[in-house]
């Protein structure tokens, strides 16, 4: 059973810093982009970031590019996203997903396996 449990959400003032871990089991990690998405209480969730199964290629929003870094350790089943100088408008819910079919943009049906989600709150 694929299960993606996410970690590291928090409050942050404008400007700082935050890394969320997402740790992965039930299946071949190494076999699997995988990517971030965020949400907002009223709205559609977000793609944010994806990285290639072996950590070569990785795409961005605009919205983050530049200020976002995702990355993945397949020997530890992790994938990460070091956010730097945060805005209020980063604040969400952040969720990691299994990608099964990598397209350009990215679509959240292309994502079969979702974590519980980790608070990312901006203060200004």
């Known amino acids: 059973q694929v299960q993606l449990v996410e970690s590291g959400g928090g409050l942050v003032q404008a400007g700082g810093s935050l890394r969320l871990s997402c740790s992965a089991s039930?299946?071949?990690?190494?076999?699997?982009?995988m990517g971030w998405f965020r949400q907002v209480p009223g709205k559609e969730r977000d793609f944010v970031a994806d990285?290639?199964?072996?950590?070569?290629?990785?795409y961005y929003a605009d919205s983050v590019q530049g200020r976002f870094t995702i990355s993945r350790d397949n020997a530890k089943n992790t994938v990460y996203l070091q956010m730097n100088n945060l805005k209020p408008e980063d604040s969400a819910v952040y969720y990691c997903?299994?990608?099964?079919?990598?397209?350009?943009?990215?679509?959240?049906?292309?994502?079969?396996?979702w974590g519980q989600g980790t608070q990312v709150t901006v203060s200004s």
């Open positions: 997903a299994r990608n099964w079919v990598v397209r350009r943009p990215p679509r959240e049906s292309d994502f079969d396996s």
């Open positions: 039930g299946y071949t990690f190494s076999a699997f982009a």
């Open positions: 990285i290639s199964a072996k950590p070569l290629y990785t």
